[in-house]
């Protein structure tokens, strides 16, 4: 079969017009659905050679081709959509490509609903609407949560100076740490290291002594200065009195001498 070019007005037209069409077309969607296939058919029926025509046998084997790949193509978008159906509620991570720029972003989270558009399913994962091609990987709701916890908890201990270096003034932070971790489950506390488990415990170890100090120094103070305060008076303690008041601060004999 051989086509010729349409004559307009005893000239030969300019197909380019067509071309550049049919090429904007392709580019715009790369699949082509029913419609557009019978308007290539007509068109080249129309335009065929008219000493060479196409016998109607070849024009119904094409449509039957078509036919069958257009249900094919039916089928794989009706899986698509009940595989995005079954997505809602789970935690998927997605690499999407931005057409633009053809930059990749990684994105995680929870499909919070499917939407539908020219039989092309989308997922809507932080607010944002993601195309199901973009889908990578189904995440686990328990092991999602358990990688955000696991998170937080190392960044808590990188804010933290070395357990040598620690003083009284990081005991709020020690204490957010060791609750976080008291908070985990079993199956979560399974994704903490064991060198984080034993820098935990030194931290704690560590801020118990430095505590403990503390609340000694205070009680030896807090002693010192009753003393002091009766002495001002003029009230004179005896020996009994100053022994009871060293035993109470926490001083010995020896130490008072």
Known sequence: MSLVAPVVDGAVADTSTITSASEKKTTGNSSLDKESFLKLLVAQMQY????????????????????????????????????????????????????????????????????Y???????????????????INVIDAEYA????????????MDQLPQPEFLTIADKDSVAALQAAYNNMSAYQQGFISEDQVNSLTEYVSRMAGLV??????????????EAAANSENGETLTDDEIAKTASESGLTETEEA
């Open 48 to 115: 065929q050679d008219p000493l060479e025509p196409t016998e109607n046998t070849e024009y119904i084997s094409q449509f039957a081709q078509f036919s069958e790949l257009e249900q094919m193509q039916n089928l794989s978008s009706s899986m698509d959509l009940q595989r995005a159906s079954n997505l809602v509620g789970q935690y998927v991570y997605l690499e999407h490509i931005n057409e633009s720029t053809g930059a990749s972003t990684s994105v995680e989270g929870r499909v919070d609903y499917v939407s």
């Open 212 to 225: 403990a100090a503390a609340e000694k120094a205070a009680e030896e103070s807090e002693g010192t200065e």
């Open 145 to 156: 949560q358990t990688t955000e916890l696991i998170s937080k908890f190392t960044e808590l």
């Open 117 to 135: 558009e020219n039989n092309k399913a989308y997922v809507s994962v932080n607010g944002e609407r993601y195309s199901i091609d973009d889908v």
